[in-house]
Structures are given as structure tokens and as C-alpha cells.
């Protein structure tokens, strides 16, 4: 095909007359954006304290899991692969004592909802 | 299109006056439900695109830097909002596999005529993979000017001249007996 050829066939295409209420209906929907209220803001100050607590709380538990195979392994000098699973098992058995497996599940899950929620609303919330 | 006007109104819109978008929307109704158009190829859905990109732009509106053209701001915008509505929610197409046989047909057909053959090619265009289609329809929506296409897609002219090329080398590859037949008519 030379290339004249399709130009001619997609340049001559007919143009539509847009519906006599659609210059309406459009500014029908933007008066009512303009009229909405605003989004309501996520209330971070009183979400702060919640966060804090949380991010301590993470933070100590994961202090006191490391505390005990540190001090047992730092006298070897280098550790070996053993010494380390040694480390690891009581760090996940502690982890299972919080209930970290329903905590994962739920954080997964919850992350599975969002993404979906966001595909269905098609990147627009 | 008057460029002052435009930005006399997006001001008016600014300063909290509403009903200058309303000129907005009149002046660039034609241009903007058109373009839809040729994405979906949908005239209901069309004006629901076009209804769309008109709501980003009023959101929008304070960004618009004017050292830019209105227009190719809100055509950036409009085909913005096509792309990811028709990524949502993609045209009812026959796979482009199958173009190349419908055309065939048309091409064996005794009755038929230019109207067909143009239909049949637009339907061809609208079948390619989206990177070559939303080429090829900006690039003809804004009268063969690479530059203002490649404004409107956000993307590099180099890449906008590479993707029309392909796009057409596909099309050259799925219509031969088609445009065989075409051509023969016209030398006739």
C-alpha cells in the first residue's frame, strides 16, 4: 500500500456533531464538583498516637528478638550458617507467639482488596 | 480557536466564575468528543469520554502553565483520559488476526464501495495493538503533524515517527489482497 493511500482513507474521516445536551450535561457534572464538599482528610493527628505505639511496639519486639542470639553468637567470629538459622528459629518462634503468620495473612489480604478496589475503579480514586 | 479567550475564561474559571468554563466546553466540545470517537469508535461513549476529560480539566485547570498552548494541554489531557478508559474498559474490536479475512471479503464482494473500504480500514487501525492505534489515530486527528501528536501522547517524536511506521508496516501486512483489489480499481 503507498502510503498516500491510507493517508488519504484516514484523514477524510467524517466528523460528529457532538448530542445538543452534552455541553449541558457537562457543566451539569461540574457544577456539582464545584458544590461537593471537599474530600474529607485523613485524620493523621489522631491516627499519630495509634502509630506511634505500633512503630514501638515493632521496634522493641524486634529489639528483644535480636538481643539474645547476638549475644550468644558474638563471640564467634565468623558465624556460620548453623549459628545463624540458630539466631533465626527463636526469632520466628517469636514471631509465631504475637501471631505474626495472622498478621502477614491480614496485611496481604488487605493489600489484595486495595489493589483489586483500584483496578475496579480503574485508577481513579 | 481563539487562544486569548480560552485564557480570558480559564481566569473567569479561577477567580471562581463557573459558568466560563461553559465557553470552554463549547468551544472545545467538537474537537474533544471527535477525538474520543476515533479511540472508541462509540458515539454514546464518545460524549462519555469527552464529558470525563472535560472534568480533569476543570480539576486541572489551575495547572495549566501557560507558557503552553491551551489546546495542547487539553488534548494531552483528553488523551490521557481515553487511553486509561479504553485500557478499563477496551473497544469492542475483532482481533486484528481476523481483520485481514473480514477485509478480504469485502474486497471479493462485487457491490462493494469506497465507504466499505474505508469503514473496513478504520476498523483495521482500531484493531492494531494500542501503541500503534493511539498513534495513528492522533497523527491523523491532528492532520499529519507529528509534533502536535507527540505533544498530545506525552511522548518523544522519534517514538511517535517509529510507532506510525510500524503501525503502518502492520497494516501493510494484514490488508495485501485488499489493497491489491484498491489499487486495481483505482488504475482502472
Request: with cysteine.
Amino acid at each position: 500500500m503507498k502510503p498516500d493511500e491510507l493517508d488519504r482513507v484516514l484523514l477524510r474521516e467524517a466528523e460528529i456533531v457532538p448530542s445538543s445536551g452534552f455541553a449541558g450535561s457537562v457543566m451539569a457534572a461540574v457544577r456539582s464538583e464545584a458544590t461537593a464538599p471537599p474530600p474529607i482528610p485523613f485524620p493523621w493527628l489522631r491516627a499519630l498516637p495509634g502509630l506511634a505505639a505500633c512503630g514501638v511496639a515493632i521496634a522493641l519486639t524486634l529489639m528483644d528478638a535480636f538481643r539474645s542470639p547476638v549475644r550468644e553468637s558474638a563471640s564467634a567470629a565468623t558465624p556460620t550458617l548453623t549459628q545463624w538459622l540458630d539466631g533465626v528459629v527463636p526469632l520466628l518462634e517469636r514471631a509465631q507467639m504475637f501471631g505474626a503468620g495472622w498478621v502477614l495473612l491480614g496485611l496481604l489480604l488487605t493489600a489484595a482488596g486495595l489493589k483489586l478496589t483500584w483496578r475496579l475503579a480503574g485508577g481513579r480514586v | 480557536m481563539d487562544a486569548r479567550e480560552d485564557q480570558e475564561d480559564v481566569d473567569r474559571v479561577l477567580a471562581g466564575d463557573i459558568s466560563a468554563f461553559e465557553r470552554i466546553v463549547h468551544r472545545w466540545q467538537g474537537p474533544l468528543v471527535n477525538l474520543a470517537y476515533r479511540f472508541c469508535r462509540d458515539r454514546s461513549r464518545a460524549e462519555d469520554m469527552a464529558q470525563e476529560a472535560f472534568l480533569r480539566a476543570y480539576r486541572g485547570l489551575k495547572g495549566w502553565r501557560k507558557d503552553a498552548a491551551f489546546s495542547t494541554w487539553i488534548f494531552a489531557i483528553a488523551t490521557n483520559c481515553y487511553r486509561s478508559e479504553l485500557r478499563r474498559i477496551p473497544e469492542g474490536n475483532l482481533p486484528l488476526d481476523n481483520i485481514g479475512s473480514v477485509l478480504d471479503l469485502i474486497a471479493e464482494s462485487t457491490e462493494w464501495n469506497d465507504g466499505d473500504r474505508d469503514r473496513a480500514i478504520r476498523r483495521a487501525v482500531s484493531a492494531l495493538p494500542v501503541k500503534y492505534k493511539e498513534v495513528m489515530v492522533l497523527f491523523y486527528f491532528h492532520e499529519m503533524d507529528v509534533s502536535a501528536a507527540a505533544r498530545s501522547l506525552g511522548l518523544p517524536e522519534g517514538t511517535v515517527k517509529a510507532r506510525l511506521s510500524r503501525g503502518r508496516k502492520i497494516l501493510r501486512e494484514k490488508l495485501p489482497r485488499f489493497l491489491g483489489e484498491f489499487r486495481l480499481e483505482e488504475v482502472q
